[in-house]
């Protein structure tokens, strides 16, 4: 699975968009870009997810790179509850993989009054 | 409540001794995962079940073992505990083993304090 950099820390006003970046410059064709977070020690919370094209939930949304490299998960209107440690990870999907995820040290986003 | 049940949710124990963690994933979910969460280690992944078959490992210790029964539910077991076992577990459970998207709901956790 491709490897990803986040920045280790980022701020944010609380109402504002907050925009986290994500690296995945070795990315395949066939790899997800996944977002998780994890509130003070609470189990990782999954936010959403994308292939290719640009992904919105209710949560936040995702834009991918055209060239897949790099993608930016965007919170767009930030709340104190926002405040956490944000995973991006890169997996592949297919028949055959284990499924597992694995984490790196995350982005910790500081929302702030 | 993500659907994800972690028992104990807190457990306090010596050196040497022996605990079981279990996990009842989501209805209908097919895979458990186990990770631990050191306070300088992050979230390490440790196994993979999937439908009681072991899947993948990961950064499991010998001492540490697991398993997964017909009914789904998942049990992790650290025997000849060592202080710096004492970290956060938690489980997650996933509908399909890997095929396309996956995504994966974790429990509350199980912290665990070995003295």
């Known amino acids: 699975d491709a490897k990803t950099t986040q920045p280790t820390s980022m701020d944010c006003a609380e109402g504002r968009a907050a925009n986290l970046p994500c690296n995945h410059s070795?990315?395949?064709?066939?790899?997800?870009v996944y977002w998780y977070r994890q509130i003070h020690s609470q189990g990782p919370q999954y936010i959403i997810h994308?292939?290719?094209n640009n992904e919105t939930n209710e949560m936040a949304s995702l834009i991918i790179t055209e060239d897949r490299k790099s993608s930016t998960l965007i919170l767009p209107h930030a709340t104190l509850r926002d405040t956490a440690v944000y995973y991006c990870?890169?997996?592949?999907?297919?028949?055959?993989?284990?499924?597992?995820?694995?984490f790196g040290q995350g982005t910790t986003l500081q929302v702030k009054p | 409540d993500s659907g994800v049940t972690q028992t104990p949710k807190h457990l306090i124990t010596a050196t040497g001794q022996r605990v079981t963690l279990r996990c009842s994933p989501r209805?209908?979910?097919?895979?458990v995962y186990w990770y631990q969460q050191s306070l300088d280690q992050g979230l390490q992944f440790l196994i993979q079940?999937?439908?009681?078959?072991?899947?993948a490992k990961g950064n499991i210790l010998e001492r540490f073992s697991a398993q997964q029964f017909p009914d789904l539910h998942s049990e992790l077991n650290l025997s000849s505990l060592e202080l710096g076992d004492s970290a956060l577990y938690f489980c997650?459970?996933?509908?399909?083993?890997?095929?396309?998207?996956?995504?994966?709901?974790f429990g509350a956790g199980s912290r665990l304090t070995v003295l």
């Open positions: 994308g292939l290719k």
């Open positions: 997650a459970s996933s509908a399909r083993q890997g095929s396309g998207a996956n995504v994966l709901t």
């Open positions: 209805s209908g979910d097919l895979s």
């Open positions: 990870i890169v997996r592949v999907g297919g028949s055959g993989n284990t499924g597992k995820l694995i």
């Open positions: 070795t990315i395949s064709g066939n790899e997800y």
């Open positions: 079940y999937y439908n009681g078959e072991e899947r």
